[in-house]
């Protein structure tokens, strides 16, 4: 091979590899679009009785979250610990066409709550339940709507 050659097929391979980490998209440092918090009350609950799981989820500036489809939380169940359970907030049906401004949460968002239902010969102690929880968001300069998928865990101290 030319030198010429060379350094042609040296810069085509520096731009090929260029565009694949462009093509490969962010490198999952970016912040989520909203922030989750979760309360669970009463703060340590008896086997065999219920907790209130509260999800709090604050869009980031510039995001807005969907009513239409839900937010949805589900807690699969786990045998001795808690059975599987789910909730919901939002809109079952899409706004109309002239009021799609009305799908869209404005500030505050209604938190989720979800009852937990500790099975009665649960362990005492701490334990972590895992839950999914899902919902849709828009980012408002560019138009740009995705679904989110969070693995969300439930803190939840058995006595």
């Known amino acids: 091979m030319t030198s010429r050659a060379v350094n042609l097929f040296s810069s085509l391979v520096l731009a090929l590899s260029a565009a694949g980490s462009a093509v490969a998209g962010p490198s999952g440092s970016e912040a ?36 239409y489809p839900k937010i949805k939380v589900q807690v699969p169940g786990a045998a001795g610990l808690v059975a599987a359970a789910e909730g919901a907030i939002g809109n079952a049906a899409p706004p109309p066409a002239d009021h ?12 989720l709550v979800v009852t937990l239902h500790v ?16 919902y849709f968001y828009c980012v408002t300069a560019s138009g740009y709507c995705a679904p989110a998928k969070v693995d969300v865990t439930l803190p939840l101290t058995v006595r």
């Not at 909203?34 to 703060?43: H, K, W």
């Not at 099975?119 to 899902?134: I, N, W």
């Open 100 to 111: 799609l401004e009305a799908n869209y949460y404005k500030g505050v968002v209604d938190p």
């Open 119 to 134: 099975d009665k010969s649960a362990a005492r102690g701490a334990h972590e339940v895992p839950a999914k929880l899902t």
């Open 32 to 67: 989520p679009p909203v922030a989750v918090s979760v309360a669970v009350q009463p703060s340590a609950v008896s086997a065999g009785s219920d907790a209130q799981v509260t999800i709090t989820l604050r869009p980031n500036a510039g995001i807005k979250l969907n009513k």
